[in-house]
């Protein structure tokens, strides 16, 4: 078993920068003195402005009248940067051509407070995909902001909201912009934040266009495809000491074989397994590294290093973050840590740009039936609820398909939710719940679904998970674990080039019948190894159900945790008895998945804010299976 010295994490992770400015307290046109000294500090604190930042990581500074800080890796177009990478002229000059439209244009990861002092205008903005962002407050005059929703919720000593309480329990995570706080905002993936005579107004500085009808040579756009991943990668890897993430999917795999060409060293690659049959995939893993040359780690995660790390990870977000997979997450970039490494490239977001993931085919399938003759399906639907029919098993398994293809996306993408297959009113205190919108979730992936400027459906699902499957969830899962061991989070396949490469693709080069990712595996087919190209998706899942089950502490601190949660009087005890007396043994993999998303709520409370009493006497703990 690898030693992490767990114990030195910091539980939770400080802010990089927490602040204010307020126009209404400052006169003049003038930007802050900017002490070389307490900048240096990471300090600034004048009349109406004032910061403190992490100075090894955010970039602060004066421009003529303009005051900047800078976050990330931002890239500048040629004509915005004169005096070569300098970060703080490069913002400059942005914001000097367009003003509150400064982002437009601006590639990498990054977000930006800028603030004006002449036009008494502040804003706020943040990448593509939110890699780095910025949580903000307006009260007046007066403009809040941080990295971090915990921080700026102190500040201003923000309430819990329910409705994200209940969001998280849909969504497993608080989607963007909504946070965990009454009147705390996170910024949307490309989105800015305009603070002027006393108007808060925020716009997307970039919005993807799909161009469906457009036609290629399929040999042009391969060799266009591998030489900007070769390029984002070689970006990536040219200013650290380098790992990537590798579970031997088509996207981790591709990573690790162009680490190694445009290093030429044999890539650090690690991967997670589970000694549990059907949740470890590391055969795949060593396919591709030994197909590269990698020099390759691999790590058996076993349930007593859950217990040790689940507190501190759960601690580590700034607001309650349900995915399961962060725990193996944090343990690769730990892993790579200790053996020297600097950052961890991921191979997040190829299936959502490409058309990877499986749910992309069965949608197509579905939407097949939606286009048969409206006259045909109403008549399919009167025989399926014909009294006759009803009291046949077979045919409610016909009719309950029925109404699933029935039912529009993203709609049907929430069949398996478990909110909403166990119920609201199953799970949750009545009480509690008339202060509830149940529809919010929903009625937020349906407008997100909408506005998406495509035809095609595999480019709508696209762009809806750029959001939702990236932006609020996996990225921000590993940047947050990485950040956690000790090491940057770097995301190649994300790059901006790449994006704009693949919103140019046709959408049957995306998804064709099917078969998914057809072009990205056809532009790859003579780099990967075959069992990886033929290979189906996992990634990392966490056998965290069948443990529970099986291990003693960790079913010990999952059952206090939600012991503890039960006081808080959001969630109904009858459920809480009924998950740990009857249904964990009955399926531990679904009603596990219940578990953790009610643990990690439980443990990021208490790491935040101080625990409830437990209800006395205290139920008796259930005997595992």
Known sequence: MTDLALQNIPAPLPALINGWIDFGLRHGDAPPRADPEGLRRGV????????????????????????????????????DAPRGEQVLDGWAEAYRRRHADAAKGVAGAYAVFIADFRARRALLACDRFARETLCYAHEGSRLLFSDRADALARRCNADFDPQAIYN???????????????????????????????RLALHRHWVPGFEESRRASFKALKEEFRELVRRAVAREAADARVGCFLSGGTDSSTIAGMLG?????RARSYSIGFAVTGYDETAYARIAAQHFDC????????????VAAIPKVAAAYDQPFGNSSTLPAYYCAAIARKDG???????????????GNSRYAVQWTLDLYRHVPSSLRTMFDRALHHPRAVRLALFD???????????PVPDRLERYNLLRRLGADEVLDAVWLEQIERDQPAELQRRLYEATPAGALINRMLAYDWKYTLADNDLRKVITTCTLAGVQAAFPLIDDELVDFSLKLPAHYKLRGRQLRWFFKQALKDFLPPEIIRKKKHGFGLPFGRWLTEHPALHELAYGSLQSL????????????????????????????????????????QAHQSAPAAPEPRPQLPAMA
């Open 44 to 79: 600034l604190n004048e009349d109406g402005l004032a910061l403190r930042f992490d100075p090894a990581k955010v970039i602060c500074g004066v421009r003529g009248e303009l005051f900047i800080a800078s976050l990330g890796s931002p890239r500048f177009r040629p004509e």
């Open 168 to 198: 998280y329990l849909w969504f497993h995570f608080i989607p963007a912009p909504q946070t965990l706080f009454r009147g705390v905002r996170r910024l949307l993936g490309a989105e800015t934040a305009t603070l002027e005579d006393g």
């Open 261 to 265: 060409r445009v290093t030429g060293e």
């Open 295 to 306: 020099r390759h780690h691999e790590h058996y995660l076993t349930a007593d290093e859950l």
């Open 341 to 355: 490494v600097e950052k961890m490239l991921g191979g997040d977001g190829g299936d959502e740009l490409f058309g």
């Open 397 to 407: 398994k016909a009719r309950r398909a029925h109404e699933y293809a029935s039912a």
């Open 566 to 605: 039960r006081a808080r009087g959001w969630v109904r005890p009858e459920f809480i008895d009924q998950l740990f007396r009857s249904r964990l043994q009955e399926h531990p993999g679904y009603y596990g998945e219940m578990v953790w998303i009610l643990m990690m709520l439980e443990l990021w409370m």
